[in-house]
């Protein structure tokens, strides 16, 4: 089946500019996370999305927004870009009942975001 | 809070040789562990998990043992080849759907 399909696969905008990046989970998953990805952070957690309602939310500026739709195809947005918003987007997609598949994470291949 | 430490790397091995990568953990309860690796250009993949203490996952070659008493879950491989080169990240699950992510250690294997 097809995987985690994350567009576009890379943007460059400029600093105050807006960006909306999406994400396609697998057929069937129902939940969506969002991970910011960069050299000097490494992998940070955003925020996670099950059945349209965000279940958690990581430590990031209010700047960082998200939604899922009710096909769990999710969307993140992220407003007045900043320098340091340069990273790797990557987008999730699992089961997300819980039990012993929690953690078990699909990722798609992520979204470049370029600030200048 | 929850936290994952690794060691960072980058990691130079020659092919067929033992591989070591070490992760620690701070968590409260009793995480859920597990190993991802990214190969070049790639998404991340899980590698491996482990459920509960003394548990042991393992797959591809490699294993990890989780280990309460040292809080570590060390990923192993007995003989690397050139096509396992990738960056492996270690990673726990604790309450909230959220993965705490170790920073990555980057490994390199010759032929």
């Known amino acids: 089946k097809a995987g985690v399909t994350q567009t576009p696969r890379y943007l460059i905008k400029t600093r105050g500019q807006q960006v909306t990046l999406s994400c396609s989970p697998i057929?069937?998953?129902?939940?969506v996370s969002w991970y910011q990805q960069t050299p000097g952070q490494g992998l940070q957690f955003l925020f996670e999305?099950?059945?349209?309602?965000?279940?958690n939310k990581g430590n990031f500026p209010g700047r960082f927004s998200g939604r899922q739709f009710s096909n769990s195809r999710s969307e993140m947005n992220v407003s007045t870009l900043e320098l340091g918003d340069s990273a790797l987007y990557l987008c999730a997609s699992s089961l997300g009942t819980g039990g012993r598949d929690t953690g078990e994470l699909f990722f798609g291949e992520g979204s470049r975001l370029t600030v200048l | 809070g929850n936290s994952v430490t690794q060691m960072e790397g980058p990691v130079t091995l020659s092919e067929e040789a033992f591989l070591t990568i070490n992760c620690t953990y701070t968590?409260?309860?009793?995480?859920?562990l597990f190993w991802y690796v990214q190969y070049p250009g790639e998404g991340l993949q899980l590698l491996l998990k482990?459920?509960?203490?003394?548990d042991k996952g393992s797959n591809k070659g490699f294993e990890a043992t989780y280990r309460k008493e040292t809080t570590s879950f060390h990923l192993e491989k007995g003989s690397v080849q050139v096509s396992d080169s990738a960056v492996y990240f270690c990673?726990?699950?604790?309450?909230?759907?959220?993965?705490?992510f170790g920073k990555g250690t980057s490994l390199l294997v010759t032929p």
């Open positions: 999305y099950f059945s349209e309602t965000q279940r």
């Open positions: 968590a409260t309860g009793y995480p859920s």
């Open positions: 482990a459920t509960k203490a003394d």
């Open positions: 057929s069937g998953h129902r939940s």
């Open positions: 990673a726990l699950a604790g309450s909230g759907y959220a993965l705490n």
